[in-house]
């Protein structure tokens, strides 16, 4: 009888290996191309790329993460989805695996918002430094003759991360912003196609145009001058300036072109505009 | 001669008598409100001098109207005098200007409210008849918010003053009976120009090596930056002189504490106790000549009395932080962000944050600190419909380093009056927005410099440019006078890459380093044979600041060029024949130097 039980058992765990396995695999576009370890190095999450109609090229690995403070150590999974500009696209929760703040309550809807957010931002001052630093800065000595210290980073934490979830935030912005950024632009690049261009450029997000903008020569320019224009009415100050530095001299020097860079001036920052007012008078 | 211009003679000739007449009637002077013998609470502000033409008396009250500013003028001739002020409505727009005052001669106050012009311009204020031969002028400010006077022209005819800036320069030296060159010359072994750290380091050891100095400086504190004035704190390492800049230096203070005050006791006490140290406060460089790439001397004019002195020596450091002696003597200079491959100075991971495909002006930027206070009792403060252009809805209570402004299409030399102005409605708006918050009732606007706090500006070319390449090899230089741990550390504009962050807040980006070494070669012009260079204006890429433009780092390059100026004189030879040919000699002076006592 207990060599029954224990058989069952065996296969019931191989049955679910065998189906977490399967799990695991998002769809049957994706194959994997690397692997991501968690910070502490205790956990291999395997990183796919994915390609399908709907979604075009993306990159997907289903994170699992020990999140440590001082005392205490969980873990925590999360679906994550990178452009091909290795920059986070969403991220999606495992169903009984809720993210939770302060070791027990469920994040809000409010508080996923916050996170993506937060993760999505490449310069998050969160995620920039090790979290003790950061709790470190906080305790700066008072100045004997002053109130209260600098609230610049007390008040970066608030913005930037969901309360009671500090250690989360911080993990995960590191582990999705961290090494495999380069990596994934890395499998980008060796596989750069016209098709990957046109999807990078029609990206909502800047930095991820910026990333194919700089791939673009002069007649690139020209040629994909209308969707140029489309990113530009996107008001990231960074993309547009990059954008007014690169345009070649043969746009300034067709009417038609100049006027539909007049057009889309409201949308400028003075930055950009600049660098192209020398180019339009 | 035809007959119509027979005819014409007569009247031609009578006109001109009578304009010749009405010139040798009229009567015309120019007060220069700088001069004012009590300033109230208005301050001098000298540091956009080569921009607008002259120091020029702010009424900063940080939104309370400050005291009168007085002084009593003498009249030559009685009479009924027009009167114009040059004064600038510094944030235009469609609310009342925030600078307000109004002018009193006497117990006459003009109705006339001044500071509404939309950029530095002659006010017509109205008439005014002297029938003493003395009277007393006062400035009214009516608002607290920087209300500005340059000046007040006083003629009895009805005709503005010039504005256009060359125009206006020779006439004010006109009215002001200012001879081409200063009357009073005054010679040393080194002029220093700028009291910064780097400027106090380098008189220091100088001085201690026996040389004669003169340290020119257009405030009345030493420190620049590190000054009660502006409150940064110093950073770096002390390197090879940490004797001498613990004289000089800061405690760790939160930036913005008034315990920079205690700082500004000891330095000056320090440098006061070399009596071979010639200091010059209040004393603004104006002017410096070069013949064969060689300077001949500073001129400098004092920032209240407008006296003025000719400074005449061997051997110059410029310390103005933005350059000024190596610009006015032609010394080749660099100014923007290099493109990433001028110096190979790229970094993918920040990509064009940090160094760009394409050059451009986009330096790192100014900063204005300040700070509030709750107080015990509850305060107001006023509306500032002009700054939330500027602050929207942002709202904080204090403003650290981050406070920081900078643009392309604004040079941090040429238009820093308008990057200290954006800095000051960035202030006042985003307190306004705080005081609005239930709670801040007692919270009062304790203190905002008045001062723009500088990063970067031009960097004058020396024998060698210092870049993020010579901190990533290690490059052990032979002639290494400065070292440094602290990383390279450049910053932008958080709106750049957010544009939900406020265009006055600024993010750095840190390249990580166990250290690097600056050569003496990068103190010295490369084209003027006897003009140093240390603080920020030394001989650098853009990125190449980024770590070393910290205060103790630029005070090690004052302390380095101090020495190297004794190897200069006892050889009677040039800095760069210092590293050509005294480099033994002079490395054991600079290695040596925390063994070296005071020597005057």
């Given at each position: 009888m207990k060599n029954t039980i224990l058989k069952l058992s065996v296969i019931f765990i191989i049955i679910i290996g065998i189906f977490s396995s399967f799990k695991n695999k998002p769809n049957p576009n994706c194959s994997k191309i690397l692997e991501l370890p968690s910070l502490d190095g205790v956990f291999i999450n395997d990183v796919y790329f994915c390609e399908t109609e709907t979604e075009g090229a993306y990159y997907y690995s289903k994170i699992e993460t020990s999140v440590c403070s001082d005392t205490l150590c969980r873990i925590v999974n999360l679906k994550v989805y990178w452009d091909l500009a290795g920059n986070l696209k969403?991220?999606?929760?495992?169903?009984?695996?809720?993210?939770?703040?302060?070791?027990?309550?469920?994040?809000?809807?409010?508080?996923?918002?916050?996170?993506?957010?937060?993760?999505?931002?490449?310069?998050?001052?969160?995620?920039?430094?090790?979290?003790?630093?950061?709790?470190?800065?906080?305790k700066f000595r008072k100045s004997d003759k002053i109130d209260g210290v600098s609230g610049a980073t007390k008040r970066t934490i608030k913005e930037e991360a969901v309360e009671g979830a500090l250690y989360s935030t911080h993990t995960l912005w590191k582990l999705i912003n961290g090494t495999i950024k380069k990596q994934l632009k890395e499998y980008t690049n060796s596989n750069y196609s016209e098709k990957f261009k046109l999807q990078l450029l029609n990206s909502e997000n800047g930095n991820t145009n910026l990333f194919a903008l700089q791939k673009l020569k002069d007649d690139d320019y020209v040629e994909q001058f209308d969707l140029i224009l489309k990113i530009m009415k996107k008001k990231h100050s960074l993309v547009n300036f990059y954008i007014s530095k690169a345009l070649p001299q043969s746009i300034f020097k067709d009417e038609i072109s100049k006027q539909k860079l007049k057009n889309v001036w409201s949308f400028l920052d003075e930055n950009s505009k600049s660098v192209l007012i020398e180019n339009l008078n | 001669?035809?007959?119509?211009?027979?005819?014409?003679?007569?009247?031609?000739?009578?006109?001109?008598?009578?304009?010749?007449?009405?010139?040798?009637?009229?009567?015309?002077?120019?007060?220069?409100?700088?001069?004012?013998?009590?300033?109230?609470?208005?301050?001098?502000?000298?540091?956009?001098?080569?921009?607008?033409?002259?120091?020029?008396?702010?009424?900063?009250?940080?939104?309370?109207?400050?005291?009168?500013?007085?002084?009593?003028?003498?009249?030559?001739?009685?009479?009924?005098?027009?009167?114009?002020?040059?004064?600038?409505?510094?944030?235009?727009?469609?609310?009342?200007?925030?600078?307000?005052?109004?002018?009193?001669?006497?117990?006459?106050?003009?109705?006339?409210?001044?500071?509404?012009?939309?950029?530095?311009?002659?006010?017509?204020?109205?008439?005014?008849?002297?029938?003493?031969?003395?009277?007393?002028?006062?400035?009214?400010?009516l608002t607290g918010f920087n209300g500005r006077c340059d000046a007040i022209y006083f003629s009895t005819k009805n005709i503005a003053p010039p504005n256009k800036k060359n125009e206006l320069k020779k006439w004010r030296n006109k009215m002001l009976q200012q001879t081409k060159s200063p009357n009073k010359t005054e010679n040393f072994d080194l002029v220093i120009v700028g009291g910064g750290i780097a400027g106090c380091a380098a008189a220091i050891s100088a001085a201690e090596k026996g040389l004669k100095v003169a340290l020119i400086h257009d405030r009345p504190v030493l420190g620049g930056n590190a000054s009660g004035e502006i409150r940064v704190h110093t950073e770096g390492i002390y390197g090879y002189f940490e004797r001498i800049l613990k004289m000089i230096d800061t405690d760790h203070y939160p930036n913005g504490s008034p315990e920079a005050y205690d700082d500004d006791e000891k330095r000056m006490k320090n440098m006061i106790s070399y009596k071979n140290i010639h200091l010059y406060l209040n004393w603004r460089a104006y002017d410096a000549v070069s013949i064969n790439n060689t300077v001949q001397y500073v001129d400098a004019k004092h920032t209240s009395t407008s006296e003025r002195i000719r400074f005449k020596a061997p051997l110059f450091v410029d310390s103005t932080g933005d350059g000024w002696i190596g610009f006015w003597t032609g010394a080749k200079f660099m100014y923007g962000r290099e493109s990433k491959s001028t110096f190979n100075e790229g970094w993918e991971t920040h990509g064009e944050l940090w160094s760009p495909e394409k050059a451009d002006n986009f330096v790192m930027g100014s900063s204005v600190l300040w700070r509030s206070k709750k107080l015990e009792t509850v305060t107001s403060f006023p509306k500032v419909p002009w700054a939330i252009e500027v602050a929207k809805d942002y709202a904080a209570v204090n403003g650290e380093w981050q406070w920081e402004f900078s643009r392309n299409d604004l040079s941090q030399i040429d238009d820093a009056e308008q990057i200290r102005d954006h800095m000051l409605k960035a202030i006042f708006g985003s307190f306004y927005n705080e005081k609005q918050k239930i709670g801040n009732e007692k919270l009062a606007l304790k203190w905002v410099s008045s001062l723009v706090g500088k990063r970067e500006s031009r960097r004058l070319i020396g024998d060698y440019i210092y870049t993020l390449n010579d901190v990533k090899n290690q490059v052990d230089f032979k002639d290494a006078v400065v070292?440094?741990?602290?990383?390279?550390?450049?910053?932008?504009?958080?709106?750049?890459?957010?544009?939900?962050?406020?265009?006055?807040?600024?993010?750095?980006?840190?390249?990580?380093?166990?250290?690097?070494?600056?050569?003496?070669?990068?103190?010295?012009?490369?084209?003027?044979?006897?003009?140093?260079?240390?603080?920020?204006?030394?001989?650098?890429?853009?990125?190449?600041?980024?770590?070393?433009?910290?205060?103790?780092?630029?005070?090690?390059?004052?302390?380095?060029?101090?020495?190297?100026?004794?190897?200069?004189?006892?050889?009677?030879?040039t800095p760069r024949a210092v590293y050509q040919k005294h480099l033994n000699e002079y490395m054991k002076l600079v290695l040596s130097s925390s063994n070296q006592s005071q020597n005057n």
């Open positions: 969403k991220f999606d929760t495992i169903p009984g695996k809720q993210l939770t703040k302060n070791d027990h309550i469920n994040f809000t809807s409010e508080d996923y918002s916050k996170l993506l957010k937060t993760l999505k931002d490449n310069y998050s001052v969160i995620g920039k430094k090790h979290v003790g630093a950061f709790i470190e800065k906080d | 001669m035809t007959e119509k211009n027979k005819c014409l003679k007569p009247i031609i000739t009578l006109l001109s008598i009578l304009l010749f007449g009405f010139q040798l009637y009229s009567q015309e002077f120019l007060i220069e409100t700088e001069n004012f013998s009590n300033k109230g609470g208005w301050v001098v502000d000298p540091q956009f001098v080569e921009q607008m033409g002259s120091p020029y008396l702010m009424a900063h009250g940080i939104g309370k109207p400050v005291k009168n500013a007085k002084t009593i003028i003498k009249i030559k001739e009685k009479g009924n005098y027009h009167l114009w002020v040059r004064t600038i409505n510094w944030a235009p727009g469609n609310w009342e200007a925030p600078g307000k005052f109004k002018l009193k001669i006497e117990k006459k106050t003009f109705p006339k409210v001044l500071g509404t012009n939309k950029n530095w311009n002659w006010e017509y204020v109205g008439q005014y008849n002297f029938n003493k031969k003395e009277a007393q002028i006062e400035l009214l400010d070292l440094e741990k602290r990383s390279v550390d450049v910053h932008y504009q958080q709106n750049l890459n957010n544009p939900e962050k406020p265009n006055f807040l600024s993010e750095a980006l840190f390249f990580r380093t166990s250290g690097y070494k600056l050569p003496y070669r990068s103190l010295y012009s490369k084209n003027i044979n006897n003009l140093f260079m240390a603080g920020r204006d030394f001989s650098c890429s853009h990125i190449g600041l980024g770590g070393p433009r910290v205060m103790l780092t630029t005070g090690q390059m004052g302390a380095a060029v101090g020495y190297a100026a004794s190897i200069c004189k006892k050889y009677k030879t």
